[in-house]
């Protein structure tokens, strides 16, 4: 069948277009903050890591929607479904998955592989069975979630072949910093995470009796992550400096005020960064270009 089009561009560029929008609406919709940090990025880098979020963020819903808590082998065939509908687009480079098919062409493009996906896939998968972690668990999930997708971004930041050399040297700190998010949600969403969806991520950790010393403990691990991420920071690309900068600081603003924050609050609710106070970090982050 044949359809015409208003354009006179090729209906496969069309495609990729839409499926690049698509991710784009993802990380609008679900991340306010990460859209505009990724605003700081040069294209092409924005879009590819805009659909590297995307597809993140897809898998993570799939495991994470408290509606169909009852529902565990149909959620798990649906990620299983994700994950086949992935490989193949790596394979073949398309899908009729907008946001895989997105995703599919950044990850030809910058070199992400299963070796990453593999691991990312099998941490979604273990939110479906795992409700409490020991710290191998932990280490285990924390690198599939969160430190993977640091370099996956990675990957794109620097598939330039001027800078490709520099992903050894540089990889130590994006899996630091991927753990540092990872961690920093984990603390902030103690509360819906163990009421809502029954888990509990830090080993031998009870939130209901959770205290400020578990508190600081958890944040002086976080903050070590931070720093050992804020180490590498300088020496990216400038097509990413600006936006890794920005995230970093944001998510150090959140320490912060973690660390200010009574653990019977923490528990009772989300610590968030006001939005005048995450304009000004993003305003330094612009400002900073040679830093």
């Not at 560029?13 to 605003?39: E, H, L, Q």
């Not at 653990?263 to 993003?282: H, N, S, T, W």
């Amino acid at each position: 069948m044949s359809l015409d089009h208003t354009t006179s561009t090729p209906a496969r560029a069309i495609y990729d277009d839409v499926a690049r929008r698509s991710a784009a609406v993802v990380i609008r919709a679900y991340s306010t903050s990460f859209a505009w940090a990724c605003r700081l990025l040069a294209e092409p880098v924005r879009t590819h890591v805009r659909n590297v979020y995307a597809l993140v963020r897809i898998a993570d819903e799939v495991v994470d929607d408290p509606a169909a808590a009852t529902e565990a082998v149909h959620r798990g065939h649906l990620l299983t479904v994700l994950e086949e509908e992935t490989y193949q687009a790596l394979r073949t480079g398309y899908s009729t998955n907008l946001v895989v098919h997105a995703f599919a062409g950044t990850a030809r493009a910058c070199g992400i592989g299963p070796e990453l996906l593999t691991p990312f896939f099998a941490s979604m998968r273990a939110d479906l069975a795992v409700h409490e972690h020991d710290r191998a668990s932990l280490d285990t999930y924390v690198y599939g979630s969160a430190e993977v997708v640091g370099l996956m971004c990675l990957r794109v930041f620097l598939t330039d072949p001027a800078v490709r050399s520099g992903y050894d040297e540089l990889a130590p700190g994006a899996r630091r910093l991927g753990a540092a998010f990872q961690k920093v949600n984990f603390l902030r969403d103690l509360a819906e995470d163990h009421d809502d969806l029954g888990r509990t991520y830090f080993p031998g950790l009870d939130p209901e009796h959770f205290t400020d010393t578990h508190k600081d403990a958890l944040l002086d691990d976080i903050d070590a992550d931070l720093a050992a991420a804020a180490a590498v920071v300088p020496l990216l690309p400038p097509s990413s400096r600006r936006a890794v900068r920005a995230a970093h600081g944001l998510f150090a603003e959140l320490s912060r005020r973690l660390r200010t924050a009574p653990a019977r609050r923490i528990r009772a609710e989300r610590v968030r960064v006001p939005g005048p106070v995450k304009a000004r970090i993003l305003l330094g982050s612009l400002l900073g270009v040679g830093a």
